[in-house]
């Protein structure tokens, strides 16, 4: 069943059977949990990751199909579209994670790395997948929210985080009918975040339960589950959605 | 680099720093068992 771009409400709620889906770093985190949430929605799964172990298991776990490769090499990109076997109908890339840093300590080389894998990947992505999706599929890109503040050491997070949106909007209109939406997530709780926060970890979950509205810590579950909203609600493209559990109002 | 991370976002980039790129294959292909780790051959 491929997505359409006439749906009536009721059509809007249905799941994914029939449906395929590409996740760009589907082996963990954000990508993971949609890829899982996706698939028990009846979606055909297709993953890619850089790291081919972890993502052997996961195509295991979900039946899925599996490329591994990093997705900022955009030649490799390119002929992983061109190897597409059908049609997708969406498709999420959850890129790095943003760099920053005070100007002191400014590394232009993660820079460069970072344009790479948050403003040229998704306008890659869009120029060689467009074609590729359904109409009224969706392109799902992922960004922050924490780059929105103003602070010293963020100049570079705040010029990148404040580019997506804009992109995100004209990137809606040059390849309709094909949907494209941007999500920006807080913090999110995966093992990933705990690995690097180490001993902090357990403190900075204490203090977002302890602030944010919510009341508690988001995961990446529900990022999925926001994700797959979006593939499945044909009314919604060059949108942005914030999801943070209220982290702006409460950190600035 | 001397960034700060915060959140799963900043975990994925410091993923990105760790030389996981090696093994890799651009072609989907489906895994439908353990047998099919030939897949992920190297280029």
Same mark, same amino acid.
């Given at each position: 069943?491929?997505?359409?771009?006439?749906?009536?409400?009721?059509?809007?709620?249905?799941?994914?059977?029939?449906?395929?889906?590409?996740?760009?770093?589907?082996?963990?985190? &954000?990508?993971?949990?949609?890829?899982?949430?996706?698939? *028990?929605?009846?979606?055909?799964? &297709? $993953?890619?990751?850089?790291? /081919?172990?972890?993502?052997?298991?996961?195509?295991?776990?979900?039946?899925?199909?599996?490329?591994?490769?990093?997705?900022? #090499?955009?030649?490799? $990109?390119?002929?992983?579209?061109?190897?597409?076997?059908?049609?997708?109908?969406?498709?999420?890339?959850?890129?790095?994670? +943003?760099?920053?840093?005070?100007? *002191?300590?400014?590394? $232009?080389?993660?820079?460069?790395?970072?344009? #790479?894998?948050?403003?040229?990947?998704?306008?890659?992505?869009?120029?060689?997948?467009?074609?590729?999706?359904?109409?009224?599929?969706?392109?799902?890109?992922?960004?922050?929210?924490?780059?929105?503040?103003?602070? *010293?050491?963020?100049?570079?997070?705040? %010029? $990148?985080?404040?580019?997506?949106?804009?992109?995100?909007?004209?990137?809606?209109?040059?390849?309709?009918?094909?949907?494209?939406?941007? &999500?920006? %997530?807080?913090?999110? #709780?995966? +093992?990933?975040?705990?690995?690097?926060?180490?001993?902090?970890?357990?403190?900075?979950?204490?203090?977002?339960?302890?602030?944010? +509205?919510?009341?508690?810590?988001?995961? /990446?579950?529900? &990022?999925?589950?926001?994700?797959?909203?979006?593939?499945?609600?044909?009314?919604?493209?060059?949108?942005?959605?914030?999801?943070?559990?209220?982290?702006?109002?409460?950190?600035? | 680099?001397?960034?700060?991370?915060?959140?799963?976002?900043?975990?994925?980039?410091?993923?990105?720093?760790?030389?996981?790129?090696? !093994?890799?294959? !651009?072609?989907?292909?489906?895994?439908?068992?353990?047998?099919?780790?030939?897949?992920?051959?190297?280029?």
């Amino acid at each position: 069943m491929a997505a359409s771009i006439n749906s009536s409400p009721v059509q809007r709620e249905r799941d994914l059977l029939g449906q395929t889906v590409v996740v760009i770093g589907g082996s963990s985190g &954000i990508g993971l949990e949609t890829a899982r949430l996706a698939r *028990a929605k009846g979606a055909e799964m &297709i $993953l890619t990751a850089r790291n /081919p172990d972890r993502l052997h298991r996961v195509g295991l776990e979900l039946g899925a199909s599996i490329a591994a490769f990093d997705a900022t #090499d955009f030649e490799r $990109l390119e002929r992983f579209f061109d190897a597409l076997p059908t049609p997708i109908d969406h498709l999420l890339v959850t890129g790095p994670g +943003p760099y920053y840093a005070p100007l *002191a300590e400014f590394d $232009l080389d993660a820079a460069r790395h970072d344009i #790479d894998a948050h403003l040229l990947l998704p306008l890659q992505v869009a120029r060689d997948a467009a074609s590729k999706v359904r109409p009224g599929g969706t392109l799902l890109f992922t960004s922050g929210v924490g780059g929105r503040r103003t602070a *010293a050491g963020l100049a570079f997070i705040a %010029a $990148l985080t404040a580019a997506l949106p804009a992109m995100t909007k004209s990137l809606a209109l040059e390849v309709a009918p094909v949907r494209v939406n941007l &999500i920006a %997530a807080g913090f999110v #709780d995966t +093992p990933l975040s705990a690995s690097l926060l180490g001993d902090r970890i357990d403190e900075r979950r204490e203090q977002l339960r302890a602030t944010l +509205p919510i009341g508690r810590v988001v995961g /990446p579950a529900d &990022i999925a589950a926001l994700a797959v909203h979006l593939m499945t609600n044909t009314a919604v493209t060059g949108a942005t959605f914030d999801i943070d559990g209220g982290q702006q109002l409460v950190e600035g | 680099m001397s960034a700060r991370y915060r959140d799963e976002s900043d975990a994925q980039l410091a993923g990105s720093n760790r030389g996981l790129m090696g !093994v890799a294959d !651009v072609t989907p292909t489906r895994v439908a068992s353990s047998k099919t780790t030939t897949a992920l051959r190297a280029e």
